[in-house]
């Protein structure tokens, strides 16, 4: 059972355009929410992360939404650059559950020049 | 910030071998560690949880024989892929829990068998 749904598989975006990535979760359980970013061959690398506590967070030009309501979140890459170019997943974990994480399907973006 | 080593990066073996693969914390002390599996065009796959000095909690469906994880030190975890096969081919993370809620990842380990 996938517990983090992710969406679009893939984006195309011009530069300077907004790239918009959404999850949903079902587990209500879950209080942490991570974005990363990868890059062909390398590890996930730590984005940006909100908890439920608040219904958005922004650090340069991306910035997470968050409804608990509708247990959504999405990610927002303002003016797109073709360097974001990269494969983006969103996250789920729960503090007190061993704290593993649960991944979306992960959105593949190109950004084009 | 903290770091996660992981070697090697790429490794090609032949089949029937066995592979190991290192993670270490450069300059924290990871208790936990978790480690992944991920196709090509695929998301992450969790495999395995280690917690230093303990055995390894393993997914369902994840051989425990055939992925042996040592999680020996605070600084140190490794994952060993046993006679390995082609199947077993696939890109290797290793992620180290950071306090409550962070996470930081090793940069990958290509393994192709041959």
């Known amino acids: 059972q996938q517990q983090v749904k992710q969406s679009p598989q893939s984006l195309i975006v011009q530069k300077g355009g907004i790239s918009i990535i959404n999850c949903a979760y079902e587990n209500t359980a879950f209080d942490y929410f991570p974005w990363y970013q990868q890059f062909p061959g390398k590890g996930p690398a730590l984005l940006i992360a909100i908890r439920p506590d608040v219904s958005e967070k922004k650090e340069g030009r991306f910035t997470i939404s968050f409804n608990k309501s509708a247990k959504q979140f999405s990610l927002h890459i303002m003016d797109s650059q073709p360097g974001d170019s990269a494969t983006y997943f969103c996250?789920?974990?729960?503090?007190?559950?061993?704290?593993?994480?649960?991944f979306g399907g992960g959105t593949r973006l190109m950004v084009k020049p | 910030g903290a770091v996660v080593s992981q070697h090697p990066s790429r490794v090609i073996c032949k089949s029937g071998t066995s592979v190991k693969i290192e993670c270490r914390s450069l300059?924290?002390?990871?208790?936990?560690m978790f480690w992944y599996r991920q196709f090509p065009k695929q998301s992450l796959m969790l495999m395995a949880t280690?917690?230093?000095?303990?055995?390894?909690?393993?997914e369902q469906g994840v051989e425990k024989d055939k992925f042996l994880i040592n999680h020996a030190s605070l600084t140190l975890s490794t994952l060993t892929v046993t006679s390995a096969h082609p199947e077993d081919s696939s890109f290797y993370i290793c992620?180290?829990?950071?306090?409550?809620?962070?996470?930081?990842f090793g940069s990958g380990t290509r393994l192709t068998v041959v």
């Open positions: 996250a789920a974990s729960i503090r007190n559950a061993g704290n593993m994480l649960t």
């Open positions: 280690s917690n230093e000095g303990s055995k390894a909690t393993y």
């Open positions: 992620s180290a829990k950071l306090g409550n809620y962070g996470y930081t």
């Open positions: 300059d924290f002390q990871a208790t936990t």
